[in-house]
């Protein structure tokens, strides 16, 4: 499976835009890019998934190049309750189901 | 309106007493994971199961077993329990790996190795 690498930790203010970006250089042709969000003491949540282009739900939008070897996600104005890990996985379509986790971006918003 | 309980929320065990940890789900999701998390690190996959296949990794120490009695519970047995097993541990549950596949994750069960 594709190894994820993000940046360690990101400090932002309240109501900036956020952008946290995973490298994937060996991302193969049947996986696909998730992120979840963790906060302390509690289990990780899904925020979002895509495959190429970009994806965009209520909560981020999440942008993939054409050559699929990064992925960002972007967090429209951002609150203190954004305070988080978030996670890049890549994990293959019918791969047995693997689900792993890659070290995590710590993101600390400040007021 | 939990989808995925794990109980209990924080255990104590002592050191070497087994212990275990239960997880249940009214998803009816075919996969069911369990994590262990130590502190500021991320989830590490110790095994999972889809419907009653059982894989684990490679790297999972025997110390850990697991038991899916049905589709809706998942156990997570820890033989001798050292003080390096202290730990987050995390379940979650999913439909097979796809596109717009999602996992939920339980609260987590909080072991203190004593």
């Known amino acids: 499976l594709a190894k994820t690498t993000q940046p360690i930790s990101m400090d932002s203010y309240e109501g900036q835009e956020v952008n946290i970006t995973c490298s994937h250089n060996n991302i193969a042709t049947n996986d696909y890019i998730t992120w979840y969000q963790q906060f302390p003491s509690q289990g990780p949540r899904f925020i979002i998934q895509?495959?190429?282009t970009k994806v965009t739900n209520e909560v981020a939008s999440l942008f993939i190049p054409a050559d699929r070897k990064s992925s960002t996600l972007s967090l429209p104005r951002v609150s203190l309750s954004d305070t988080a890990v978030y996670y890049c996985l890549v994990d293959r379509y019918n791969a047995g189901n693997m689900l792993t986790f890659g070290g995590g971006t710590r993101l600390m918003v400040k007021p | 309106d939990a989808m995925v309980i794990q109980n209990p929320r924080y255990q104590v065990t002592q050191f070497g007493k087994p212990v275990t940890l239960s997880c249940s789900q009214t998803l009816n999701h075919n996969v069911m994971y369990w994590y262990q998390q130590k502190s500021s690190q991320a989830p590490k996959l110790l095994f999972h199961?889809?419907?009653?296949?059982?894989?684990n990794e490679a790297d999972t120490p025997d110390n850990f077993q697991s038991r899916r009695p049905n589709t809706s519970f998942c156990f997570l047995d820890i033989r001798s329990p050292g003080l390096g097993d202290a730990a987050m541990y995390l379940c979650?549950?999913?439909?097979?790996?796809?596109?717009?596949?999602?996992?939920?994750f339980g609260q987590g069960t909080r072991l203190t190795v004593v």
């Open positions: 895509g495959y190429k």
């Open positions: 199961y889809y419907d009653k296949d059982f894989n």
């Open positions: 979650a549950t999913s439909r097979p790996q796809g596109e717009n596949t999602e996992a939920f």
